[in-house]
Every structure is written in structure tokens, then in C-alpha cells.
């Protein structure tokens, strides 16, 4: 899968601009019916999310990495992920620089980087350095030929196309609750983990569900 590479602005001038509410919303919603379509066909098809999931689920220590947009979705699989395994940690978030990371790869470690186009500088170069100094890289990205995947131990390349300006999002949080799950699926201690952050939660009062409890 290669995709076209096209900006916000030039989709805004081709999707967008000029056109009714009405029109664009339909226009919209038809898309995005095919794309998850297209999204659904190819996770059934594809061993590429459990490939993916089989190295999280080993790995002694999970970095998860991404800048711009790109952060948003690997705060959302870090999220997922911690919920039933130890040792998963943001980096790009302002808690955690990449060059801690960097600087302390050990065996067992692994780098997911989600890297969507227009391919953030960032991510590259501190996924292309983790992988030069001996880590193992799990990429998520929108194209066989975008940068990084010459170097990751697998990638997973979900499609993007949009009829608005911005890159579409729903293939990709398909194939992240997909990661997510059979990740936490195939770990030993998630159900325990997740039963004691259960409890810790209500012990907490964190949510707010648990106020008609009282």
C-alpha cells in the first residue's frame, strides 16, 4: 500500500471547500463506510497485528512513541496496553524524553512508534537510533514505503484516505483496539492485573460510576 502524500491544505481545496454541509457530511460518512470495510477486510486477512502483538506481549519493557497527531494514538494504546501489562511507558508526552529512552536500551526492551503521514521528523530519527543501538521497533504507519519501515522488526500499514482535510482515524483505532486486545489476550497476568486495578479504582473513587454505588 502506498499513499498519496497530499497535505491538509490540498485536501481542504479538493474535499472541503465549496461545498455544502449536507454534501460534505454524506460525503463523508460513504467514505468512511468504505474504509472500514476496506479496514475489517484486510485485519482478517493480515497476521501483521499479532505478529505485533506477540513481541508486546514479550518484551520486558514497552516505549510507546509518537509526536503531533500521532502522539494522540499511542497515548491510546499505552492507555490500553498498561491496563493489563507492566512496564509500558509514553515517550514524547513531556514525562518521558526520548533520549532517557535512548540511552538505556536493554535486552527485552521494544519500541512501538506510531508514525502516520506527513511523518514527523521526531519519530523517525529516535525510532531509527533505537533500532542503530539494538532495540527491536514495531511500527504502525499508512504506507509499505513510508519512512522506517526498511528498519522495524514488523509494521503494521493501515490505510488513512479521508474525504475531509484531515487523515481518516478509523482503520487506525481499529487496528490499535485490535493490537491492544490480543495483546492483553496472550498475557498471563492481565486478568489479574486488571482485577486489581479494579479494585484500586473503586478504592480510589476515581470514576464517577461509582458514586450510585455509595
Known sequence: MTTHRSTPSERFDRNVQRRSAH???????EQQREEFEKALAWAAEQDAIERAAALIVSAR??????????????SMLATDLSAGLSGVHLVGDGSLRALDVLGDIRQGD???AVSMSRYRRETVDVATAYVRHGGDLVLITDADDAPLTAVATTSIVIGTESASYASSPTSVVLAL??????TIASSKGAGRRLHVRDELAAEL??????????
Open 205 to 214: 473513587g476515581l470514576y464517577a460510576e461509582n458514586d450510585d454505588q455509595n
Open 110 to 112: 521494544l519500541l512501538v
Open 61 to 74: 519493557r514497552r516505549y510507546l512513541l509518537g509526536y503531533g497527531k500521532s502522539l494522540a494514538y499511542a
Open 177 to 182: 483496539h485490535l493490537l491492544a486486545t490480543l
Open 23 to 29: 454534501v460534505l457530511k454524506q460525503r463523508v460518512l
